[in-house]
């Protein structure tokens, strides 16, 4: 710890999701008396970090916003099964962000940079989370045995041929697997699908809360719940964490409350583009079959994993605010889906499926807000929109070099918030 930092003890880190779990644990680690504040239960079900597809996968280095992707998307929102819908009321309010969205993903060579960015953080990401684990005690919680892109056939596989390749520019291996390999892998897919991408060095979290939790707990950090409404400072030095039931003082904060995230930075004039990509997922408890790993069907856009709570079915993104209320048809899509993606779920009582909804944390370019914030002191760790889980504990320690002034490894302008100041 250097002299400047020495004076600097008190970390509060504001959200407690898997982001913030991981970054209180890497300051408690680094030697600062941490405090976590959050205005609801830690892992509990109002964050994305509860219900999420559980992926850890090195190949989720693809945004969503890709050239050509425009001439894609009247398909996507006319088909009322489909991954996609918006609600066109709010679309005024998200004109916007989707220029911005459309813009990122705009030519070849933005796509390259963005790959890059997304492969620095998330490529090691599954060696972490089973070395994190370990570290908190709760080693069963994550699961290496690959994760499978199941595709109708090989002409699906070829039509995303270009983003296979930009993962293998990034080092990612995997096998292809024929009918044949494909059904010995995973015998309870459906016949109709004839070809597989299996990539061995991918995970999964076996229950996403109780892992936030597990992680708090290791991190020894101070709990306290409330609800942040600001930030105190003087001369442009964090001084507190403002919330509902008044001030906690602090050193440092960092800011890792998902959704909550940009209407805090607000507060201190950093106006950051984010967005609700809201998702749900269905969980089927005591399925007749299980999954031997985590698996993506092409057509239906979803993670299915085996959980603690059953088989989950996790996606679709619905553009729309924040706090909407859910439209559960948009789960019932995904349990459609399922059922259609493993035949033997016919018989299952739908009825008893749960059904979840959260937020996915995104901003416009689909890399997360890494770094520091226009305040001395303050630090921002949000923004992780569908990589947020994978990317967590790589996130946390990046702060943690940050804070204390150590070398970060890997290249963090591109995470920086004033990229969007620049953009306008
Ligand atoms: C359907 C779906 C599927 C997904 N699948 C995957 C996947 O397979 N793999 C993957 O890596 N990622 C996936 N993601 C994305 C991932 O879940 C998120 O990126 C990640 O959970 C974000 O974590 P977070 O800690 O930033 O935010 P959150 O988990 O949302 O946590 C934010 C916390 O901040 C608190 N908070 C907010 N505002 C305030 C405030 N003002 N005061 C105090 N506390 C506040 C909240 O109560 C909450 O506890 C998925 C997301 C969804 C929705």
């Known amino acids: 710890m250097t002299a400047q930092t020495e004076k600097r003890r008190r970390v509060a880190v504001i959200g407690a999701g898997i982001v913030g779990a991981c970054t209180a644990l890497e300051m408690a680690r680094a030697g600062f008396n941490v405090t976590v504040i959050d205005a609801s239960q830690p892992g509990g079900e109002q964050a994305a970090s509860y219900g999420n597809g559980a992926f850890i996968s090195p190949a989720s280095i693809i945004p969503m916003s890709v050239p050509g992707l425009w001439r894609k998307v009247p398909a996507y929102l006319l088909d009322k099964a489909g991954p996609l819908t918006i609600n066109w009321t709010s679309l005024p309010r998200l004109a916007p962000w989707l220029v911005r969205f459309l813009r990122a993903g705009w030519t070849e060579e933005r796509l390259r940079r963005t790959v890059s960015s997304l492969d620095s953080l998330l490529h090691d990401g599954p060696d972490r989370h089973l070395a994190l684990a370990q570290t908190v005690g709760a080693p069963s919680l994550i699961q290496r045995n690959g994760i499978l892109y199941a595709y109708p056939n090989r002409a699906a596989y070829l039509s995303e041929a270009p983003f296979w390749a930009l993962r293998r520019q990034a080092g990612l291996q995997w096998r292809e697997l024929d009918a044949e390999a494909l059904h010995a892998e995973e015998p309870a897919l459906a016949p109709c699908y004839s070809f597989g991408v299996l990539v061995e060095s991918g995970a999964q979290c ?28 003087e001369a442009r030095s964090v001084i507190a964490v403002e919330t509902e039931f ?36 269905v969980e089927l408890p005591d399925p007749p079959i299980r999954l031997r790993r985590p698996v993506m069907p092409s057509d239906g856009k979803m993670a299915n994993t085996m959980t603690a709570g059953g088989l989950r079915a996790a996606g679709q993104v619905e553009l729309s605010s924040a706090d909407a209320a859910p439209d559960w048809r948009r789960a019932d899509i995904l349990l459609q889906h399922l059922t259609r993606t493993y035949p033997a779920l016919a018989s299952v009582d739908q009825g008893k499926a749960r059904r979840w909804q959260g937020n996915r944390p995104s901003t416009p370019d689909g890399l997360p807000v890494i770094g520091a914030a226009s ?3 303050l630090w921002y760790g949000f923004g992780h929109g569908h990589l947020g889980l994978n990317a967590a504990p790589h996130t946390a320690a990046l702060l943690a070099d940050l804070v204390l002034g150590r070398p970060t490894g890997i290249d963090i302008a591109p995470f920086s918030h004033k990229r969007f100041a620049r953009a306008g």
């Open 206 to 233: 076996l229950d996403p809360g109780a892992y936030v939790r597990a992680i708090l707990a290791a991190s020894g950090a101070t709990m306290k719940q409330a609800r942040v409404t600001g930030l105190a400072h």
């Open 246 to 281: 008044g001030p906690v003082p602090t050193d440092i904060a960092v800011l890792t409350a998902g959704m909550g995230s940009a209407k805090i930075a607000r507060t201190i004039g950093d106006n950051i583009p984010l967005e609700a990509e809201r998702g749900y997922h």
């Open 375 to 377: 305040l001395s002191g």
